[in-house]
């Protein structure tokens, strides 16, 4: 991450997503639910050394949960600067969505 320490980090644009979780044995899996949208958050900002993502994207949409959960938290952390902006990718009309 020593590139992002040779700009000013006013003219450096931060995006970075989260979604697919991978468990002990390398399995790929999709979450959206709030505590690993947290945890993906913090360990991004502690990696990269940074105070606030520019910009947090769902890279792939959890069906199982409802997405307002996963909105929800992503909008706590811009409520706590965070992150400036978020999105969600591969978001598709008539997604199947459980409640």
Not at 42 to 49: F, M
Not at 74 to 83: A, I, S, Y
């Amino acid at each position: 991450m020593q590139a992002l320490k040779q700009l000013p980090r006013e003219q450096v644009q931060v995006a970075t997503k989260f979604g697919i979780r991978r468990d002990e044995s390398g399995t790929r899996t999709v979450c959206g639910r709030p505590e690993y949208v947290r945890a993906c958050c913090e360990a991004s900002l502690r990696r990269l050394d940074i105070d606030c993502i520019d910009l947090y994207y769902q890279h792939h949409i959890d069906t199982t949960i409802p997405i307002e959960e996963t909105i929800g938290e992503l909008k706590k952390l811009v409520e706590e600067g965070k992150v400036k902006y978020i999105d969600c990718q591969r978001l598709v009309r008539g997604e199947p969505r459980h409640h």
